[in-house]
């Protein structure tokens, strides 16, 4: 199994920029397809961005494509959540996931891991 630990949130205002990581132990960290999800006050987890194995394929909601950007260093067991032109509505608490068969890239039930995550607040 892979812990994980989130790290890099915090508070900024509309239009600034953030970088979340997510940091592996335990587990061969190239086995696991890794996911970020947010959850806001009231409202279900969405997802937020997917990245594959190797790191060659990516997937993004609509919400955050051409603002957001995941990428991963395997060799430092480490996924990045690059934020950029942040809005208020980006404010959520993020999570990063984990999963060695990755059947459903989109939906919190297709992974095994999950982090505590970080919070995100973006003031307008």
């Known amino acids: 199994q892979v812990q994980l630990v989130e790290s890099g949130g915090g508070l900024v205002q509309a239009g600034d920029s953030l970088r979340l990581s997510c940091a592996a132990s335990?587990?061969?960290?190239?086995?696991?397809?890794i996911g970020w999800f947010r959850q806001a006050p009231g409202k279900e987890r969405e997802f937020v961005a997917a990245?594959?194995?190797?790191?060659?394929?990516?997937r993004y909601a609509d919400s955050v494509k051409g603002r957001l950007t995941i990428s991963r260093d395997n060799a430092k067991n480490t996924v990045y959540l690059q934020m950029n032109v942040l809005k208020p509505e980006d404010t959520a608490v993020y999570c990063c996931?984990?999963?060695?068969?990755?059947?459903?890239?989109?939906?919190?039930?297709?992974?095994?891991?999950w982090g505590q995550g970080t919070q995100v607040t973006v003031s307008s």
């Open positions: 996931a984990a999963s060695r068969t990755a059947p459903y890239w989109t939906k919190p039930a297709g992974y095994e891991y």
């Open positions: 990245i594959s194995w190797s790191g060659g394929r990516t």
């Open positions: 335990g587990d061969t960290f190239s086995s696991y397809v």
